[in-house]
């Protein structure tokens, strides 16, 4: 029997794999990882482990003996080359490994910028693996300077390491705004005002004309013909799903792997889980970059491998963590037409965003009561009224027991 086989070895290749045999399935599990470590979390990367406070140990999402013990045979360090679907094989170099079912858990790839403008220097680094990371370490010295481009959630974490540490950190973003494409311009002002609270110069609407140095980065001339001295330089423009093989092998691919709402590709004896696939959602066809979707994704897919036939939900959340503040989001904000900002004490937050009154999503800035209210509610496909959540007379746990079902009439 040719059992599973999983390509990825990341939170959603791990979720697969521990699900089936949780699941009680006893045919052989293979998970191939093209990195030469065990599955580990990602998020602390950028956050507790580049500063030191989260040890490798802790990175590993299982114990080394959970996978042995539960009979999951992984192969690190293995590329997949093609996956060959008449033969029902995946190759890694000289060594081919049969599938009953495959699922393709690859992941994606940081972007980076080209050679062109100064990407292949040394000193120019992203954030994606725990070799990106290793490789940067020994830069964060203080006093140095460190360009950041990019003003998103990795950018600004980075940037928060840097300035904790004692760099001097500049952090570019070419759109107006920081958080532009995923937050409202509430939750941009605050981390705005949080980072040069800091020390962090951030400098909106300049983009890199290109990164200057022989070998080596050392400068950096602006799309507003300013130059700055660099020591080193941190790209997190973004992410690209990792859809190559399957493109390869001729599967749909559509903004990721296109999977139906069970989380089977265009081929029946292939599944995709996490961050490479794509699935319908709203009338539309997205992915979600996120742990909580990398684990409800793979134990979906590995119960209907294993014999359920249940439609995913997706229910998505996120975290970052910068300084002293911790960013609970729930929900997807995308086709919002308003928002509602509620002021907390201290440096707490929170802005709700609806389409017309139907609440989509909430960002919570150090305000975890928020964060679970709007969470339980958007996740029960209800609402709370926007005039009664900016009442702040109004105690939050409260708000919860306002919450109505969302119908034509509420959302209208």
């Not at 220097?121 to 300077?145: C, H, P, Q, S």
């Not at 022989?214 to 973004?238: K, M, Q, T």
């Not at 699935?279 to 742990?291: A, M, N, T, W, Y």
Request: aromatic share 6%.
């Amino acid at each position: 029997m040719s059992g599973i086989v999983i390509i990825g070895a990341g939170q959603a290749g791990a979720s697969v794999a521990a699900r089936a045999r949780a699941l009680g399935f006893s045919g052989p599990i293979t998970m191939i990882g093209d990195e030469p470590m065990a599955p580990y979390q990602r998020p602390p990367l950028s956050k507790g482990y580049l500063l030191g406070e989260t040890s490798l140990e802790r990175l590993f999402l299982r114990a080394p003996s959970f996978w042995k013990d539960n009979a999951i045979d992984l192969k690190l360090g293995a590329p997949v080359m093609a996956i060959d679907r008449e033969t029902k094989t995946v190759k890694l170099g000289e060594e081919s490994v049969r599938y009953d079912q495959l699922v393709l858990a690859t992941g994606s790839s940081a972007r980076r910028l080209p050679a062109a403008v100064g990407g292949q220097l040394d000193g120019v680094y992203t954030i994606r693996t725990l070799a990106d990371v290793d490789a940067m370490a020994v830069e964060f010295r203080a006093g140095r300077k460190l360009l950041i481009v990019g003003g998103g959630y990795i950018g600004l974490e980075a940037a928060a390491v840097g300035a904790k540490l004692g760099l001097k950190v500049t952090l570019i973003e070419m759109a107006p705004r920081i958080l532009q494409r995923v937050a409202a311009l509430a939750t941009s002002d605050f981390f705005r005002e949080l980072h040069t609270g800091h020390g962090v110069a951030i400098r909106e609407n300049i983009g890199l004309d290109r990164l200057t140095g022989v070998g080596r980065v050392s400068g950096a001339r602006l799309s507003d013909a300013s130059e700055l001295e660099v020591d080193f330089v941190i790209v997190g423009i973004g992410i690209a799903p990792r859809t190559q093989l399957a493109s390869d092998a001729g599967l749909v691919i559509d903004n990721g792997v296109v999977t139906d709402a069970f989380g089977r590709t265009s081929d029946p004896s292939i599944w995709a889980a996490g961050e490479c696939a794509s699935f319908s959602l709203g009338g539309g066809r997205i992915r979600l970059e996120s742990v909580g979707h990398a684990i409800d994704h793979g134990e979906l897919v590995a119960q209907n491998m294993v014999g359920a036939s249940g439609p995913y939900e997706a229910r998505p959340w996120f975290w970052s963590d910068q300084y002293d503040v911790k960013l609970q989001i729930a929900g997807l904000n995308a086709g919002h037409d308003r928002i509602v900002v509620r002021e907390g004490d201290g440096n707490s937050r929170s802005v709700w965003y609806y389409r017309r009154a139907q609440l989509l999503a909430l960002d919570a800035m150090n305000d975890p009561r928020s964060y679970m209210v709007g969470k339980r509610v958007i996740e029960a496909g209800q609402t709370i009224l926007p005039e009664q959540v900016s009442d702040t007379s109004i105690d939050v746990k409260s708000l919860q027991s306002l919450a109505i079902k969302v119908t034509r009439a509420s959302a209208a």
